[in-house]
């Protein structure tokens, strides 16, 4: 069993980590010591995310202990963990009631059940048919954008924007209430062009939005963002996979239901398992079930589906949703900016690498799915085996000291180079000291179907790229024409594979150029402009011709 297929293993119901003999020995004695006792014993489960082990002690207890406030809490705190959110609501009703905690808080879930069950925003009054200014003005729903954020999400979108306008589009990007203003200090205009494309900010002012129940939230998304496609009039609505996934579509469709203008749903990512960061429960509970009705719901009430890379758009497909409404838009590179270069010696020689060859990767340290540990790993086989490997990761985040832990244990600390977060202007230096760049991702649901941007770009200049054996990035590598596989999660198996590639560097170089000439002329951002012209033109019927006001 590889390591990524142990971490996802449902949790054991003994609690080991806590030297239990049986669920029935404890139950024993829990049942002379009462309530704090076993409230205790499940705070040292939940602390130990041993989820399912508590559970099968409070079935076995039934209602002994439902009077308790205490034991109401953490057991709450459990169901919460295992994605049990209605159940949680109820328990939560109970703490109100005995004054445990605030009715803002029961609010607050009771939003999110809301929005789980189907409960949608609907704007007040009659449908009020729309007019299009013209069919080429696209609005482009979104949950934040540059300038004032650059991260995966907003850089696809933002090159994309560009891409429609060079394909003569002419798109309007209207944020989500609560940005820029979640993110700067000071004031910021509300609507301004980035780039040439024109940029709208739904703004309440200083009014805190942070805690409004998400249904509340998304009503008043909806609400705020009707009185300016009332400006707009826009031919298509174009929204992208916000923070859980579909809430900014359902915003889109009741938009929709209200002016009649056409909705384009991009699906992202996979939104219903990131409720959870234990890849243990992510594919199962209550809210994961239920994202994943709602999501399932808005790809079928929408015009067209558009999806990011095939391995996407078979699972799609594979859920209902008709192949012919389903369009792919890619992710790609830059190839202006991302463009071969020798490595930075100066930078090298700064972070105590020297002419050392190295294996890297450039990605954030927050979700186990990135799997560094297992280029770390691979660091300290090749080590063994007397090779000078050094490891480069670029990124920061939650797990960082984690796995600089790891490489200390290992004793590699002297290989391995974190070099935190990156100035996106500088990236390709760091980009540059990657002699073999690795994308480690495990059999997690959004690294098995979701392309990631990174390796896009590595390709763009001209890197050896090898990737886990997930389907989508071998999509992209699709070995052996344009890159290297290894098994996910497995570092002996990463070991064999960099040993091989650096062996023959003919090859290496063959598949590296292999990437670099698919790249520039399939997978560059600007490609994407006439793929999102010729997907809208299905969605309206009006006919674009000549002297339309833009």
Not at 325 to 348: H, M, Q
Not at 416 to 442: E, K, N, Q, S, T
């Amino acid at each position: 069993m590889t390591n990524a297929e142990e971490k996802k293993r449902p949790a054991g119901g003994q609690g080991a980590n806590h030297g239990l003999q049986s669920l029935e020995a404890l139950e024993g004695v829990i049942s002379g010591a009462g309530a704090p006792f076993a409230v205790s014993v499940l705070q040292a489960l939940r602390d130990h995310r041993e989820y399912q082990a508590a559970m099968d002690l409070m079935e076995r207890w039934g209602d002994r202990f439902d009077h308790d406030a205490d034991f109401i809490r953490v057991r709450r705190d459990i169901l919460g963990k295992l994605g049990q959110i209605t159940e949680s609501l109820v328990l939560a009703n109970t703490l109100v009631d005995h004054g445990h905690i605030t009715a803002v808080s029961l609010v607050t879930l009771e939003g999110r059940v809301k929005e789980l069950h189907g409960v949608r925003p609907r704007i007040q009054g009659p449908h009020r048919p729309v007019e299009p200014i013209s069919s080429r003005r696209i609005l482009h729903l979104v949950k934040e954008s540059r300038p004032y954020l650059s991260n995966g999400f907003t850089s696809r979108s933002h090159y994309n924007f560009l891409a429609e306008k060079a394909a003569g589009l002419s798109p309007v990007v209207m944020t989500e209430p609560g940005f820029p203003r979640s993110v700067v200090d000071g004031p910021f205009p509300t609507t301004r062009q980035v780039d040439g494309v024109q940029h709208v900010h739904l703004d309440l002012g200083a009014a805190n939005l942070k805690g409004m129940p998400v249904d509340r939230y998304l009503q008043l998304f909806a609400d705020m963002a009707y009185s300016r496609v009332r400006e707009i009039r826009p031919a298509v609505i174009h929204v992208s996979s916000g923070r859980r996934g579909f809430e900014t579509a359902l915003v889109a469709l009741a938009l929709r239901e209200k002016t009649g203008i056409p909705v384009a749903y991009e699906v992202r990512s996979f939104f219903e398992s990131n409720w959870t960061d234990d890849v243990r429960y992510e594919a199962q509970g209550e809210i994961y079930t239920r994202r994943m009705e709602r999501e399932l719901e808005c790809m079928r009430a929408a015009d067209m589906v558009l999806t990011i890379g095939e391995t996407m758009k078979r699972e799609l497909s594979s859920r209902g949703i008709p192949a012919e409404k389903i369009g792919v838009i890619p992710n790609g590179a830059d190839c202006e900016r991302f463009t071969p270069r020798s490595r930075p010696v100066e930078l090298a020689e700064f972070l105590g690498i020297g002419t050392s060859p190295t294996i890297g990767y450039v990605s954030n340290m927050d979700h186990a799915r990135e799997s560094q540990e297992t280029l770390i790993r691979a660091t300290a086989e090749l080590k063994r085996q007397g090779r000078t490997e050094h490891c480069v990761l670029v990124g920061d985040g939650s797990r960082r000291a984690e796995l600089e832990a790891l490489a200390n244990s290992l004793s590699v600390a002297e290989r391995v180079h974190f070099v935190g977060r990156v100035d996106h202007g500088r990236i390709m230096d760091y980009y540059a000291l990657i002699d073999v760049f690795v994308v480690p991702r495990i059999l997690e649901r959004a690294a098995i179907y979701v392309t990631p941007l990174k390796p896009f770009e590595a390709m763009a200049m001209r890197l050896p790229v090898v990737v886990s054996n997930v389907p989508a990035l071998t999509e992209i590598a699709d070995p052996p024409r344009r890159g290297w596989s290894f098994v996910a999660g497995d570092p002996e198996s990463l070991a064999q594979v960099i040993t091989g590639v650096r062996s023959d560097p003919a090859e290496m170089a063959r598949r590296a150029q292999s990437g670099f000439d698919w790249v520039r002329e399939q997978r560059q951002w600007k490609h994407n402009g006439k793929r999102y012209r010729d997907y809208f033109a299905h969605l309206t019927d009006v006919t674009g011709a000549p002297g339309e006001r833009d």
